[in-house]
């Protein structure tokens, strides 16, 4: 499968995943169930917002694209306003959710598909719609809700610098030595959906756990597809490879935010030993936690078909 199968792939499941949750919205809205429906749109609201953001990250949708998922992402929220008030008539009704919901299923078609059922400028109050409004120190190609595309500072996300990681530039090449970039393209991981601000933590250790070079958070994850993970980004290692000594690995441990305890907590971690570092793509096992940097006891996350997807490049 080249990149852009891959891409549609991945474009396709979002889709899915986000279908199921309106629907799901919608049937709390319809059986009379406000607390519920409630929850349900302002949840799914969040994961389009990401998605509709100016963030160079979010790559997965075109901007016209975007441009709608802009707008139902408003109503959804504008959606929730409605159902917590209890005027559960005013702003988007019911019906108008209905028909927003089938828009949603034309997005990946977007050029043939029909004008927004609503008029969202009208059912927006202008307080709501401020608050959408991006960071004015970042410029992106957005539209206000039912204007033309525009190059100004409207869009739906602020965006928040503690879910940008804090990866690293690639260091430079040296004759007769190797550095390296491990490229993660995805996780396998049951209800992936469900993990809040998820994120991959890159170290290098020796056999003893010692840190060897500097650690690097990815991104926050922002496509989650039913059981997988797509994070696409690179980690520039920040060491020559004949740097490190004998019996070194890499280590990448998948954390998530949760909100209970009010922390980040592992989930689960994978290794790669340097004889497994060869050019191309690795699919490597997860292991449960908590990390054994020592590599001495090793107990698989799961049985299923679940692994850490990476992409190697030696240069």
């Known amino acids: 499968m ?6 549609e792939a991945e474009r396709n499941e979002v889709i899915t995943v986000w279908e199921a949750a309106f629907k799901k919205a919608t049937d709390f809205d319809l059986w009379g169930q406000p607390v519920e429906a ?22 997965l949708f075109s901007d016209k694209q975007k441009k709608v998922l802009n707008k139902i992402t408003a109503c959804l929220v504008m959606r929730s306003q409605s159902l917590q008030s209890g005027d559960i008539a005013a702003g988007i009704s ?13 997005l990946l078609s ?10 969202v400028s009208q059912v927006i ?17 957005f539209s206000n ?3 033309e595309t525009s190059d100004d500072e409207g869009g739906l996300d602020r965006i928040d610098e503690r879910l940008l990681g804090n990866l690293l530039p690639p260091i430079s090449p040296a004759p007769g030595k190797t550095a390296l970039t491990v490229r993660i393209e995805k996780m396998g991981m049951k209800h992936a959906a469900d ?51 004998p019996g ?49 006891k090793l107990h698989l996350l799961t049985v299923k078909p679940f692994y850490l997807h990476l992409k190697l490049s030696l240069y």
């Not at 409630?38 to 790559?59: F, H, I, N, V």
């Not at 019911?94 to 034309?106: G, V």
């Not at 977007?110 to 059922?117: D, G, L, V, Y």
């Not at 994850?221 to 520039?236: I, M, P, Q």
């Open 2 to 7: 080249d990149v852009l199968d891959e891409e």
């Open 38 to 59: 409630r929850e349900c749109y302002l949840k799914l609201a969040t994961q389009m917002r990401k998605e509709g953001s100016c963030d160079p990250d979010a790559w």
């Open 94 to 106: 019911l019906e108008d959710a209905k028909k927003i919901e089938e828009r949603l299923r034309e």
């Open 110 to 119: 977007i050029e043939k598909s029909s004008e927004f059922p609503v008029k």
């Open 125 to 141: 109050p202008p307080g709501l719609s401020d608050s959408f409004r991006s960071d004015k120190s970042r410029k992106c190609c």
């Open 145 to 147: 809700f039912d204007g």
């Open 195 to 245: 993990y809040i601000d998820p994120f991959i933590t890159v170290s290098v250790k020796d056999i003893s756990g010692t840190t060897l070079c500097q650690s690097q958070d990815t991104p926050v994850c922002k496509r989650k597809g039913d059981n997988t993970l797509f994070f696409r980004v690179d980690v520039h290692i920040q060491q020559l490879l004949e740097t490190f000594p």
């Open 248 to 296: 070194f690995a890499l280590f990448f441990e998948f954390k998530h935010y949760k909100p209970q305890k009010r922390k980040i907590s592992i989930k689960c971690w994978a290794f790669m030993e340097k004889d497994e570092i060869k050019e191309g793509a690795a699919i490597i096992e997860l292991y449960k936690k908590p990390t054994d940097f020592r590599r001495k």
